[in-house]
């Protein structure tokens, strides 16, 4: 009897065991907007799939990255580093651009993968 009581308690506990499933690392590249009014790299090539754009604010202002095609945005204050993750399949370029510094552009590459 003790040994049913057992197997139920562990089944019961596994069941209700947290799921830690094993990711891979997204591929990352970071895009720096500069203090003098630029992105570095303004030209930044990716291999189509899933990946991270690290965005880094060196300014001393406000900044916003938007990409209309991308359908992403992300406001940073100044000194303030985040991310996006962007999944982009079809190889073409993706114009991007500061929207409180809409002279401040750029353009995402995105090349088929290897």
Known sequence: MKTGLGAALLLLAAWFAPVSPVRAELPTYTLTFKPNGTFEPSHLEVPAGRFKLVLVNQSRQAVEFES???????????????????????????????????????????????
């Open 68 to 114: 209309l095609p991308l359908r992403a945005e992300k406001v940073l204050g100044p000194g303030v580093t985040s991310f996006v993750v962007l999944s982009l399949s079809t190889p073409g370029e993706y114009p991007f651009f500061d929207d409180f510094h809409p002279q401040v552009k750029g353009t995402l590459v995105v090349v088929p993968k290897r």
